[in-house]
């Protein structure tokens, strides 16, 4: 609570202070299951997702691994992690977005029209999506089941398959790009989420 409270009034600093907490929360998770699941007892929707999400970064000097070593100030990030929902045996799968960039978290509305649509790279490989929601109920869900970086980053959700979920999965490089007049492009930036992301595609498989 103290940490998104203090994020409103020093973005800067406490961008890297996340960050590094997210290295070190990541680690500390090694020792649990990297796939999550459990029943929204509000909705009745079972809920899978991975343990720790993607973090994409608008800085492209340098991949953080581990990321407390190469923190760098004012950069934006997108964090993405994988979602099934399960409505008593109808699965739809879903990619949801913690974005924190101080263009939208400082805004009064909070719906940053530059992801209204999104395109992913991976390797060779691109596909777009459209936003399916800005909150849970967009999903079906009670609450959100990843932490955003920040209090106030801005959820978003997008439909996706489990081939483009397998892209992502076993590609070297990903790449997100904003659909806006300027574009914006977030590239890989933590990777070791990429294996909770790997093991979330296994488990769904079953």
């Known amino acids: 609570m103290l ?9 800067h600093w406490l961008t890297a202070i996340s960050i590094a907490v997210l290295a070190v929360l990541s680690a500390c998770a090694a020792g649990q299951l990297p796939v999550v699941e459990k029943l929204d ?13 993607l973090v994409l970064s608008t800085d492209t000097s340098t991949d953080l691994a581990p990321a407390r070593d190469h923190i760098q100030i004012g950069r934006d990030y997108v964090q993405i992690g994988a979602i099934e929902v399960n409505r008593m045996g109808a699965l739809q799968y879903y990619l949801w977005l913690g974005i924190s960039d101080a263009t939208y978290t400082e805004s009064a509305d909070k719906r940053p029209n530059d992801f209204d649509s999104i395109v992913f790279i991976a390797d ?11 909150t849970p109920g967009a999903i079906g869900t009670s609450e959100p089941v990843y932490k955003k970086l920040f209090r106030n980053s801005v959820d978003a959700y997008y439909q996706v398959t489990l081939e483009q979920i397998r892209l992502l999965t076993e590609a070297d490089g990903i790449k997100l790009r904003t659909t806006a007049s300027a574009p914006k492009e977030y590239v890989l930036s933590y990777r070791p989420a990429k294996d909770d992301l790997a093991a979330f595609l296994r488990a769904v498989l079953q």
């Open 3 to 11: 940490v998104g409270a203090m994020s409103e009034r020093f973005p």
């Open 41 to 53: 007892d509000l909705t009745a929707v079972t809920i899978t997702y991975s343990r720790a999400p």
């Open 124 to 134: 060779d490989d691109e596909f777009k999506l459209d936003v399916h929601g800005w």
